[in-house]
């Protein structure tokens, strides 16, 4: 079985600066995938970037990254340059190589302040 | 490239009547995921299609639930009776599933039901 875990149910940042989203993961599979999906007030799930268990470069997309650290089994969210647009639920979520769905986090609620 | 396309938005139906969702993949993804948010169970796989077949409904409430994918481009999610506990975001997501471990799923917007 696969579990997410996401400690933070809220965070603020000041607008500009950088923030990191927290995320722990439990798996047995030695192969898997992490996500990481934003959900902004409108509803929708955009996907924002993801990691593979074996890559051994973090993963990088924009002002997004992904700090990855598998021995601590984190997977944390790096926003750089915070803006406002930025606020918004954002889910963690896994998927090993058993598995076809997705297991989310509980989610973190970010709010960027002007 | 258009992404997943859901149908309705929102839905407000009343306790016993049917109620269908709609969703259209991706043009070319293989796999289609139906997903329910709530706020007490937070997100949730109800059933997966793999080529047009149901490989996994282990995540379907109940037998008033059914899914059907009759065709690569179109599935249904179908509540009949439906009860006030069936309110939630249903979202259908899509993957070009290769058998890997990091096949990106896209959602659609999601359908908000509530049921009266």
């Known amino acids: 079985a696969q579990k997410i875990t996401q400690t933070q149910p809220g965070m603020f940042v000041q607008e500009k600066e950088a923030v990191t989203l927290d995320c722990t993961y439990d798996?047995?599979?030695?192969?898997?995938?992490l996500f990481w999906y934003k959900q902004p007030s409108s509803g929708e799930m955009i996907f924002l970037i993801y990691?593979?268990?074996?890559?051994?470069q973090n993963a990088t997309e924009g002002r997004y990254s992904l700090n990855f650290q598998k021995a601590r089994k984190s997977a944390n969210l790096v926003i750089s340059a915070s803006q406002l647009g930025d606020s918004a639920m954002y889910f963690c979520?896994?998927?090993?190589?058993?598995?076809?769905?997705?297991?989310f986090g509980s989610g973190t609620q970010l709010t960027v302040l002007p | 490239d258009a992404g997943v396309i859901q149908s309705p938005r929102h839905e407000v139906t009343e306790m016993g009547q049917e109620v269908t969702l709609r969703c259209k993949p991706i043009s070319g993804h293989n796999s289609l995921f139906w997903y329910r948010q709530t706020m007490m169970r937070g997100l949730e796989l109800l059933i997966y299609?793999?080529?047009?077949?149901?490989?996994?409904d282990s995540g379907m409430p109940e037998d008033r639930f059914s899914a059907k994918m009759p065709n690569a481009s179109f599935s249904t999610l179908k509540i009949q009776p439906s009860e006030p506990r069936d309110s939630a975001v249903y979202f259908c997501a899509s993957s070009n599933d290769l058998g890997g471990f990091t096949d990106t799923q896209y959602f659609g917007p999601g359908t908000r039901l509530t049921v009266l």
């Open positions: 299609f793999n080529n047009n077949v149901p490989i996994d």
């Open positions: 979520a896994t998927r090993s190589g058993s598995a076809r769905q997705l297991t």
């Open positions: 990691q593979g268990s074996y890559d051994q």
């Open positions: 798996t047995s599979d030695p192969s898997y995938g």
